[in-house]
């Protein structure tokens, strides 16, 4: 796939200069293997596709695959067709690299622009857009390129910038803009004299301290010198989404979207909040959070009936559902028999009595039923242990902790 870029395309030249994100020298150091891509289907593929037991062989679209993430999911994904595509030379040339280095016969990439992506005549079932869209002249033509090529029970997980966490960022971009700094070696030494003078309240601080890609000079030129980005609320995900014929299946961290992470049951915010339908209370939480700086979640196609994605924990077979532990979620059991749950950057969550004799018994086999009666809770009736497993497990859903596959995903 080739598709004409734009003369003096500004995006594709910084990309050209600078090589995003930082290369990586070797797929299989062992502390690159534990690096998984957000959409990755070993980290989502339980939410993707809560209905059916784990998927082997998908077709997968990297769009914008930059200088690593499609040789990464190759390298993870040997019996998975994976298409990688990317405006820049430089980011492929590395990406070459990767596939000869490991030998990733079932890696693909191409040249050009994810608006032209029907060019390749392709469908997917996972299509990965991760720091892309947001990147795009007209970012609907973009997201509504990869809809046209995303199978119809298709997953496709996207990451664009969040409006509220990234205001210190663009007071920045404007400044940079107004004394006229460029991309060049000099300039962004200068940039990096400018952040080590900003005030310890300055509204980019925060942002600074928790990104994990201005270490690198091609970061602090995708950061704060990037010509063209534009960041979204809650609100205006779901309206991009939904110029594309697609929905909202899920976030990646449920956490920052739902309140039990982010206050006290007892607090009077947290009453009303649980009043809200969820796409109202998602964007409660935006506001209230204040410093969200990338929204990633993940979409499918209008037409997929919801019945075979959305977690519906009044069904009348919860008890036949499966927890699911997320990849990345730390267990401490202590002395005392409690359970303490951790998921960086996050706060430790610790559960206690029935909650953690419960939660011990989660393996990612059993189900919430199973777990229930091999942990010894008791209860005077069925229903009131439905009930109590009901609640439990849509806690630690909203954190994030868990997710949950329907009894036909589980082969038994």
Known sequence: MTSPTPSGDPVQAQYEQWVYPEPIRDLSDPQVR????????????????PDRPPRRGLHILIAGCGSNAAARYAFHHPEATVIGVDLSEASLAHERRLKEQHRLDNLTLHKGRIEDIERLGLSFDL???????????????????????????????????????????????????????????????????????????????????????????????????????????????IDLLDRAGLVLQGWLDNCYYYPEWQMARDHPLFERLSRLPDPQLWQAMELFHGRISVHSFFACHRTRDPASYRIDFARPDFMAMAPMRRMGLVCFTGTDGTVALERAPFPKITLRDSHAAIFRQVDDRKTVGECFRASGVHAESEEIAASFCRGMFRDLWRLGCVDLLFPSALAR
């Open 34 to 49: 534990r690096v998984r891509d957000a959409g990755d289907p070993d980290v989502l593929g339980h939410a993707y596709w």
């Open 127 to 237: 299509v990965d857009s991760t720091g892309v869209l947001h990147h795009l002249p007209e970012p609907e033509r973009g997201i509504q390129a990869l809809a046209k090529v995303l199978r119809p029970d298709g997953a496709m997980f996207v990451m664009l910038y969040g409006a509220y966490g990234r205001t210190g960022v663009y007071m920045l971009q404007r400044l940079f803009r107004m004394l006229g700094v460029g991309q060049s070696p000099a300039d962004v030494a200068f940039v990096k004299q400018v952040l080590g003078a900003l005030k310890m309240d300055h509204p980019a601080r925060a942002y600074i301290e928790s990104a994990k890609d201005i270490h690198f000079d091609a970061g602090i030129v995708d950061t704060f010198l990037h010509p063209q980005d534009r960041a979204y609320t809650v609100a205006g995900c």
